[in-house]
Each structure stands twice: as structure tokens, then as C-alpha cells.
């Protein structure tokens, strides 16, 4: 149905077009608008929760309005979108943002000041976006940001989780988790009724031949759920340009409940068949690096493919234009395998409801996907039972078989009488049961396969996708290393930082194109440049250390060497390593006479970051942390030259707390396992430096800021190998410091050794597979360079500054410009900017 308002009436709506606020007295009016109509409250029961809420509400306005007019401007120039599928997608607080990228902070800030508000503590009273575990679903948010910044068409589809990311609490040293309810009121959604899809599961396949004598499938019986979208803009940083982002939630189909059954008095029947609707979207899978093969998790990842499919196919459609220019029209993003479904989906759209050729459809179906891989560890590889596919979606399954065998087919023409290389790639695992291997799906479904860091783009195509190399090219492998920011991770997070360096280099260009940042080394000598900038960071100390006194209850000194190690716990990025170097330096202060300890650099060391809820060692690990905590800040000896902090609950507006403050980070991961990280090119970029193994995207920061400004230690990802083998088939002899350490836990330095023999035996007695003790020595001596560098605070600060000035290369718009180049083929749409400078129109 034609929705457009005639002409002669348009005028109307011209005259009437709404604007949002255009100056401080137009925002304040909005607050109290809002605050009195929206809330109906008055300015006599108004709090923060509420001024917060209409200050929300005034700038949803604005960007639904640019939202707006930025997907009509899409709609006319017609141009190829890009949409980015990720099951992970985790935003932090937008608010904060929403103001910044609008260029309207210091308004709203003087405005709410009028209306008797600080404007930080408005901005606290925001619950996190948190659907995402960690980097993962980060780097997700961080290209939502640059890709509307660079004004590409583009759009995100993801899951609207009723449960984020648990709530980590710390009770007696363990984790406990707290369901994240965060939807009791969230203004940053629009919620699209009318925009819905019935989405089918399970049935059977009935086949059928048309009158040409072509055999058609058709999937029949089985359920239908509805996804219902919601709809998040995505303000771009000084540009009109809105995009966005479309979260599905389920909803039973046909009504609310089944009238049938309610009148028959079967009441809780009736509701039970909504409430399994209703749980596909309720809860995010709280793993990261992990895969558990769950029925439900596999329901999600085709409700969501599938409603995403719908909305693109629908979207094409209306172009009139043939099916084969959909691959000029569209470009879709495999954020890792969650998706790998839509490659099927679009394939039957194509064959079963649009009459494609197989061919021709396939054809299509390939030079539309881009596939993002994030990890070479075994366990985060995903793979299906047959059985559940089969199950769950039987038209599909037939489609996977039919994809493997004209797969199959092409690798045995090309290596006639190898058949150990068809096991090998087969996308079916011939293992009891049998599974659907998801990564080789993804590859041979898209024609871009891209790894996230130079070491880990070269590793994929030499371990686990060394085949498909071999099979369709080098071409079609790539890298492109991941970036974040700088508007959240260095603007938002670290205004005066932000601030001193648009002083120095003539305005905040350098937040658009962050390779300006080169002009800040020529002020490493200026003496007010680098005092000033010492005592940004030492006010991001104090402010981080009133954090860990409030919620941990740890009193820290703000002039101690700050070291953080913040991520999800992993037996991988070695949190344990860290722990057992902290319990080395204990055990080796308490051995120096009361002298020779007033000499030592006093340290806080503090982690962050949760466990997955099943994950027991990595639960072990945050215990032991804990309990240490509990002994040395305790320690009348110790006193200031050693705090251990846990700090309880990371997410993203902590860390906007945490890396701006801190002096050294950690980023320790075995060689080879750590796909990129992110939170490495954060920490370098506010002015911290880093220790770090060779490992993802660490190689590549050093190449970038010189060697001399980062602490490198450990074993090389090409010994790994060779290293584990020795383990268990030599002899492996403990580091003699790390026996000690593992001495002091067994004689219950830090409660009952009990809880912690799961991490001593792992290395001790079952392998190492992390290298724990192959890299402890190294590690231990580079902290102690470390100790010895921070002592000298003018080579220091020259460090931190240079680094910083260097890191220009890790801004995601860098990153989405390649993959618009090398993989999407998308251009930016020409935007006019405003001419209030604030890059609103
Ligand atoms: C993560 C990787 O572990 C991390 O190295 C990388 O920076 C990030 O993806 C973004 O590419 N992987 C995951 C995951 O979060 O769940 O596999």
C-alpha cells in the first residue's frame, strides 16, 4: 500500500516538520517537556534517574530525526549497503556518546546545570547496553561508529538479548552471577510493531515437481515464532548521518495465547507456548572464545538469520531490480560463524521461493557474504549435530548436504585421488555424531575470508583453513587488523587528554582522521605539554582509585605504578600468569630487609573481567586473585608497595574508568591464541604502555610505536608448538621462581590450598598447554625493566607521549575503509555538513 501523503497536502507537513532542540534554551525546554508529558513528573519529584531519562529523550528526538533523514537519503541515492550480522553487539552507555557525536555536550552540560543537574551524574544513571561478552561483540560497536562517522550506508542486525551480559558480583572472593535486566526502561530503542516476521522451525520437507518436470521443496508443519524489530540509532560523529541498528525479539505468533486452550481452562498451557516463544531472545550465551552446541542457541542464530534475510530480501525486492545484481546492491558481514546460517537461508530464499537455478543462486549467495574469523582455538570452533539441524530446520540440512556435495565435487576434480583432502574439508565431520563443520560453511559460502591481525590472518591460512588456501587461492584470504574508536575510547573516556591534544595540533581532526595524532611528537620536549599532561593522568589515577575504594574498598595511592589487566578470564590471556607473578613479587618483598623494601616501586595491580558461569578454572583463577588481595593489602610490611584489586563487574563504561588511568596494561595471551584484542591499542592510546607477549595485534602496536616504548617478553607463536610437545613428551622442570610461588599457595598462604590445586596441577602436572612456566621467568625480569623504566618518569612520559602520537594506524574507520574497499566494494554517501559546525544538519 502507497503510504506517501499526497501533494497538495505535504505543505502541511512541511510547515509542521518537526526539528528537535536547536539551542540551550530549545533543550531545556525539551527536558522539562519531556520530564512533565513523557514521565508526567514535576520539577518538585524530579531525580537524576529522571532527569537522565528526559535528557535521553531530548536527544532520541534529535537522532530519530536524522535517523530519518539519512535512510531516505539512502533510499533515493540507491546505492550497495553493507549490513553487518553479529549475534554481539556491546555498546556500553549512549547518552554520553549520543552528545559527543552530535557536538552537543557543553550545550546539554550548561543546560542541565540550569535545570539544577551535573551532567556526569546524569550520565551514570545509565544501565550499559552490555549484549556482547567482550571483544567479540566490542568491535562490533566500535564499527557501528565508524561506519555511520564515514557516512557509509550501512546497518547492523543483531539479537535484542532481554538479559545482557550477567552482573558480576564478588561475594567471599568468588563469582557470582546476577541475571542483567536492562530493558525496564532503555529510551535508546524504537520498537517496530509493524515491522515483524513469522519465522518457522522444525516441520518436514515435502517435494513436488512443477510442470516443467523441476523438482520443488517445500518446508511445511512445524512452528512459527514472530521477530519483532527494534530499531537503535546510531548517531555518526560530525555528520547528519544516523544508521542503524535492528534487534529482533521473539514473539509467539497468532495472538497472545492459544484462546483454545484457555477456554478449555488449561490456563498455563495457554502461556507456556508464548513464554518458548518468548526465549529464543531472552538471554545472551555468556561464553566468549567458547562454544556449547545448546538447541536453543542454534534456534537463535536462525531466528535472528533469518528475520535479517527477510528484511534485506524485502528491502532489494522493492528495486525491481533482476536477482542477479544483488550482490552489487548488497554486502553482508559474517561477524565469525554465528551467522553462517544465512548462507543457506539466502541460498533457499533463492531456489524454493524466488525459482532460481542452484547456479545461478549460488553464485549470488557467494559474492554477497564476507566471513570474519576471531579465534584459531579448537574449543570457540562451532560445529552442529546433524541431528539438531536436521531437527530443527530439515529444508536446510538437504541444502548443506547439496553445498558440501557440488563442494566436494569441484576439490576432487582439482586433487583427483587425494581422498584424505576430501575428509579433511568436508563441511560434514564424518564423527559419531556427525557435525556440520560451521567455519568451512562460511568459507565456501562467501568469497572473502578474513582473519582480525596480521599474525593471526597468517596463522588461519596456515593451520586450520590451510586446506581452503590450497583450494581456492590465497586471494580469497585477507587481514584486516581490528581498530576501536577514538571517539569513545579516547574523546568520551578521556576529555582532557582529548582536549590537550586539540589544543596542540589545531582542533579535534584528529578524532576524524586519527593519524593526525602524529603531530603531538612534536611536543615531547615542550615542558607545559608534558606537564600537563602527567597530571591528566595522575587525576585519571585518583579518579580510578576513588573507584576502587567505593567497590572495592581497597585504599590505593594514586602516585603507585597502576597495572591492569582487564578482559574476560581466560586460561589463554594467562590472568594466572599474572597472578602468580603478583604472589612472586609478595613473597619477594617479604624476603628484603625493612631498608632494602623502602627502595621498591610501590605497585597496584589490579584485574578485571568475568568467567564464563560454567567455566571452573577461570572461576579458580578470579578466587585466587581475591585471596591474595585479602593477604598482601592486609600486610603491615607491604603497606603501600603492593595492592592487589579485584575489581568486581567490568563492562565497557568501567573501562572507561579503568584505561585512561593506567600505567601499564597487561596483554600477556600465549603466543598464537589471542586472535587481535583491542583493549591493547585502548590502553596505548590514552597514554599507557604495555606488557605484552608477541601475540595478535601486540606485533603489530610495536611495529607502530618503535619497540623501545613496549615491554615484549616470552616464547614466539612459532614455539609454541614444539614447547607443548616437549611437555609431554620430555621432562618438564617447573621455573624455579614459580615453584616457589606454587610452595606458598600449597602451605595455605591464601587460604586453603584446596581451591586453588586446579591451577598449579594444569601447569605442573598436565602439560602446560599455556605456558605458563616457559614464559615466567621472561615475564618476572620484564617486569622488572618495567619498575626500573616508570623510576625514570621523564623517559617514561617521552614513552607514553610517542606512543601515543604513533597510534594513528588503529582507528576502526581505518578498519571499515578497508573492508568497504577490499570486501563490501561500498563507497560512502556525500553528506552535507551543517552550518553550525556541529555536523547536524
Ligand atoms: C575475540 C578475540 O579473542 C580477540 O583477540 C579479538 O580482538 C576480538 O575477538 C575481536 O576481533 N574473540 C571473541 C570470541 O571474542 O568470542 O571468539
Not at 381 to 401: A, D, M, N
Not at 402 to 428: A, C, G, K, W, Y
Amino acid at each position: 500500500v502507497e503510504a506517501s501523503i499526497p501533494e497538495p497536502q505535504r505543505e502541511a507537513w512541511t510547515k509542521h516538520q518537526a526539528s528537535g532542540f536547536k539551542d540551550k534554551d530549545g533543550f531545556e525546554q525539551e527536558v522539562v517537556r519531556h520530564v512533565e508529558t513523557t514521565l508526567a513528573r514535576s520539577m518538585f519529584n524530579c531525580d537524576e534517574q529522571a532527569a537522565y531519562a528526559a535528557c535521553s529523550l531530548a536527544f532520541r528526538d534529535r537522532l530519530v530525526l536524522e535517523w530519518n533523514r539519512t535512510q531516505q537519503r539512502q533510499t533515493f541515492a540507491d546505492s550497495k549497503r553493507v549490513y553487518y550480522l553479529s549475534l554481539e553487539f556491546l555498546m556500553g552507555r549512549a547518552l554520553d556518546n549520543a552528545m559527543l557525536n552530535i557536538g552537543q555536550k557543553d550545550l546539554a552540560k550548561s543546560g542541565l546545570a540550569d535545570l539544577g543537574f551535573r551532567i556526569e551524574d546524569v550520565i551514570e544513571q545509565e544501565h550499559d547496553a552490555a549484549l556482547g561478552n567482550g571483544g567479540l561483540g566490542r568491535l562490533a560497536a566500535c564499527f557501528l561508529d565508524s561506519l555511520a562517522s564515514l557516512n557509509y550506508p550501512a546497518w547492523g542486525y543483531g539479537l535484542r538479548y532481554r538479559y545482557g551480559i550477567f552482573k558480576q558480583e564478588i561475594i567471599d572472593g568468588y563469582q557470582v552471577e546476577v541475571p542483567d535486566y536492562w530493558l525496564d526502561f532503555n529510551p535508546w530503542e524504537f520498537p517496530r510493531h509493524d515491522v515483524t516476521v513469522d519465522i518457522q522451525f522444525y516441520g518436514h520437507v515435502q517435494k513436488s515437481t512443477d510442470a516443467s518436470g523441476k523438482s520443488i521443496a517445500h518446508w511445511e508443519g512445524g512452528e512459527v515464532v514472530k521477530a519483532v524489530a527494534y530499531d537503535v540509532p546510531i548517531p555518526g560523529y560530525a555528520t547528519p548521518s544516523t544508521n542503524n541498528l535492528r534487534l529482533w525479539s521473539s514473539k509467539a505468533s497468532g495472538g497472545e495465547f492459544d484462546f483454545q486452550k484457555f477456554n478449555s481452562g488449561d490456563y498455563e498451557s495457554s502461556v507456556a507456548d508464548q513464554q518458548r516463544a518468548e526465549t529464543i531472545s531472552a538471554v545472551l550465551y555468556p561464553n566468549d572464545n567458547l562454544e556449547r552446541g545448546k538447541e536453543l542457541r542454534l534456534k537463535q542464530q536462525y531466528f535472528w538469520v533469518a528475520a535479517s534475510l527477510y528484511d534485506i530480501v524485502r528491502r532489494f525486492k522493492k528495486s525491481k531490480r533482476p536477482w542477479r545484481e544483488f550482490p552489487e546492491q548488497v554486502a553482508i558481514q559474517l561477524n565469525d560463524t554465528h551467522p553462517t546460517l544465512a548462507v543457506v537461508e539466502l541460498q533457499r530464499i533463492l531456489i524454493d521461493l524466488e525459482g532460481l537455478e542452484w547456479d545461478e543462486a549460488w553464485n549470488i549467495v557467494t559474492n554477497t557474504f564476507g566471513y570474519t574469523n576471531h579465534t584459531v582455538l579448537p574449543e570457540a570452533l562451532e560445529k552442529w549435530s546433524v541431528g539438531l539441524i536436521q531437527h530443527l530446520l530439515p529444508r536446510h540440512l538437504q541444502i548443506i548436504y547439496d553445498i558440501n556435495l557440488f563442494f566436494l565435487q569441484t576439490v576432487e576434480r582439482q586433487f583427483p585421488n587425494d581422498r584424505e583432502i576430501l575428509r579433511r574439508v568436508s563441511i560434514i565431520e564424518e564423527s559419531q555424531p556427525k557435525m556440520v563443520r560451521m567455519a568451512f560453511l562460511a568459507i565456501v559460502g562467501s568469497h572473502k575470508v578474513n582473519g582480525v591481525a596480521e599474525l593471526h590472518s597468517d596463522l588461519i591460512k596456515t593451520t586450520i583453513f590451510k586446506d581452503f588456501v590450497e583450494i581456492f587461492g590465497p586471494d580469497k584470504f585477507t587481514n584486516v587488523t581490528n581498530g576501536i574508536t577514538p571517539r569513545r575510547w579516547l574523546h568520551q573516556a578521556n576529555p582532557r587528554l582529548s582536549d590537550l591534544i586539540a589544543s596542540k595540533t589545531g582542533g579535534y581532526d584528529f578524532l576524524t582522521d586519527l593519524t593526525k595524532l602524529n603531530q603531538v611528537e612534536n611536543f615531547v620536549n615542550d615542558k607545559a605539554f608534558r606537564k600537563e599532561w602527567a597530571e591528566i593522568k595522575y587525576a585519571n589515577k585518583v579518579r580510578l582509585a576513588k573507584h576502587i575504594k567505593e567497590s572495592a574498598g581497597v585504599e590505593v595511592n594514586p602516585s603507585s605504578l597502576f597495572d591492569v589487566q582487564v578482559k574476560r578470564i581466560h586460561e589463554y590471556k594467562r590472568q594466572q600468569l599474572n597472578i602468580f607473578g603478583v604472589i612472586h613479587r609478595y613473597l619477594t618483598l617479604k624476603n628484603m630487609s625493612p631498608e632494602e623494601r623502602k627502595k621498591q616501586l610501590p605497585r597496584v595491580t589490579i584485574f578485571g573481567g568475568k568467567a564464563a558461569p560454567g567455566y571452573w578454572m577461570a572461576k579458580q583463577i578470579i578466587h585466587l586473585v581475591n585471596a591474595v588481595g585479602n593477604v598482601v593489602n592486609n600486610d603491615k610490611d607491604i603497606g603501600d608497595l603492593l595492592k592487589v584489586v579485584f575489581l568486581e563487574d567490568y563492562n565497557v563504561s568501567k573501562a572507561e574508568i579503568i584505561v585512561p588511568a593506567s600505567d601499564i596494561s597487561e596483554h600477556i595471551s600465549t603466543a598464537g591464541t589471542e586472535a587481535s584484542g583491542t583493549s591493547n591499542m585502548k590502553f596505548v592510546l590514552n597514554g599507557g604502555l604495555i606488557i605484552g607477549t608477541c601475540d595478535g595485534a601486540n606485533i603489530e602496536i610495536t611495529r607502530e610505536i618503535g619497540e623501545n616504548n613496549i615491554f615484549l617478553f616470552g616464547n614466539l607463536a612459532e614455539d609454541v608448538e614444539d614447547l607443548r610437545h616437549s611437555h609431554t613428551y620430555g621432562s618438564h622442570n617447573i621455573d624455579p621462581d614459580l615453584a616457589k610461588v606454587f610452595e606458598a599457595i600449597e602451605k595455605g598462604m591464601f587460604g586453603s590450598q584446596q581451591d586453588f590445586a586446579g591451577m598449579i596441577t594444569a601447569v605442573r602436572d598436565h602439560g602446560d598447554y599455556y605456558l605458563v612456566s616457559d614464559d615466567f621467568h621472561s615475564y618476572i625480569e620484564t617486569h622488572a625493566l618495567v619498575d626500573e623504566a616508570y623510576r625514570n618518569q621523564e623517559e617514561w612520559i617521552t614513552k607514553c607521549i610517542t606512543s601515543v602520537s604513533r597510534m594513528g594506524f588503529f582507528s576502526s574507520d581505518r578498519c571499515i575503509n578497508e573492508y568497504a574497499e577490499e570486501i563490501w566494494n561500498i563507497e560512502p554517501l556525500r553528506v552535507e555538513k551543517a552550518s553550525d559546525g556541529t555536523g547536524k544538519g
